[in-house]
């Protein structure tokens, strides 16, 4: 497995244990700043996750993925 796809695959799931954290934190949480920052972490995890997934579709068209990954 390439280091660069190996990379990409670190960071999707990074992206969605960030997503998930902030759904769980977002259940948990007791005022409103707690709501804010995980509304940020979760937004964040989406975009990340959305350039992510690109990046790999990229990869994938130019036959570098291994689909191991």
Known sequence: MKSCDQNLKQT???AERMIELANIGDEDR???GCGILYGILRDSGYK???LADEEKLKHIAKG???ESC
């Open 64 to 66: 570098w993925w291994d």
């Open 30 to 32: 007791e005022d409103t």
């Open 48 to 50: 990340i996750k959305r």
């Open 12 to 14: 999707i799931l990074l």
